[in-house]
């Protein structure tokens, strides 16, 4: 990342002279889409676009992106985590930009559009105001508004109607699949994970086909499939498309994956549970460790849906497993006391919930994760059984 900051930079102090704000294409100019493929930081795990400009004449050879980010922000991480941090358009030089994704083993496809030179002229203006410094930072939705969506309003804000996209194309799934997709290609169990736990209901909105365009590849897939109308005839809008680089990066899962470990964890917690029954005792760190874990987890839940503003992690139903008020109460559970019966309500309601997580799987509106099912069941079990014992205990 640290090369992209280098880039930026060096775009900032190329192209900031006013002689370029006000350069005119020629005949010889072209617009493209560019789509890059995933890479190894998170932050790429679907892919980047990008619009080049080049003209042949002039000289110009620029790659226009959306979604840039600085890491040296002050309060980088606080921003980032709130769904504040600026993000900016930034204007690279092709040469200087497109080995950094090379070196990187990203395939960087191009498709050249089929534009006459009045809209490659409307095209550029229209970047170039937007990387004017009074307008080159905007507020970043991943879902909504990013690097490639921005590129998709690019086209449509210059052309309007006479730009057709295929209303059918990758229609039919909603943001959390296609998150999903995705991190099972690249290969990333733990991400997918990570970021079912954190996305509500917002996340299972079907997409349609033109939200579907959030995704670089589905940008790259509608361009394809998109017609333009030029001289009263509607024609392709892509007239060539190629890869810049044949390149593959060879994503190495990790050793174990979240269902197969939280399914473990499950059958040692009901081997733990059966021992109790036979040796009529009570685990209690059992329940202390993973009520304190799940807890904390749903306290987190509710700070990325109250005190962030990403618009995708509210009205999350991971909170009915991740119950948050058992933390503390957890802690005031006690083997010679027992299970005292204002505990015993809270731990009734927990399983219930659990249950409902569990059982509503099929109508629920928002999807699980399959790991969140072995988790939920070794919280309805310690639940339930925290929920049965009397006021005195072994």
Known sequence: MNKKIGLLILSLLLFSSNRLFCQTLSE???VSLLTIAPGHELFSFAGHTAIRVKDTQTGIDINFNYGVFDFRTEGFYLKFLKGTLPYQIGAYNFKQE???WFEENRTVTQQVLNLNLTQRQRVFDFLMKNYQP?????NYKFFYDNCSTRVRDVLEETFGDSLIFSQTLNADKSF???LDIYNRKSNNDWTEFGMNLAL???ADEITGANRAMYIPDNLMAAF???KVVQNGKVESLVVRKMDLNNASIEHKPLPIKPFLLFSILFLIVAYFTFLEYQKKKWFLIIDKILFSLTGILGYFLLVLWFLTDHGVMNQNLNLLWAFPPVLPFVLFLNRQKGTQKWLQILFMIQAGLAMICILGSSFLPQGFHPAVF???GMILLRSFLIWKR????N
């Open 200 to 202: 509500g209901l917002p």
């Open 134 to 138: 009074e307008n080159r930072e905007y």
């Open 374 to 376: 072995p988790i939920a």
């Open 224 to 226: 394809d499939s998109a």
């Open 98 to 100: 497109v080995p950094y």
């Open 28 to 30: 010889n100019s072209e």
């Open 390 to 393: 009397k006021n005195s205990s």
């Open 176 to 178: 959390r699949d296609w």
